[in-house]
């Protein structure tokens, strides 16, 4: 019987180092996310600290995650 990986989030934290300008133009290039779907995330982060902004396998999650780093800080 074949076991499945559990699934992977890629958590956005909430910090006082990138505006939130910032972090919204992140998420719209690293994943394509509409406007109003970045600013969604990205206000859930600021006001609850994190918000898981992608789930799925964990080759995709680490890539993202490195894309999002790759981005440098604000």
Known sequence: RTRRQPPYAVILHNDDTNTMEFVVMVLRK????????????????HE??????????????????????????D
């Open 30 to 45: 690293v994943f394509g996310y509409t406007q109003e779907k970045c600013i969604e995330l990205m206000l859930e982060a």
């Open 48 to 73: 609850k600290g994190r918000a898981a902004v992608w789930i799925g396998a964990r080759e995709v999650a680490e890539l993202k995650a490195d894309q999002i780093h790759s981005c440098g800080a």
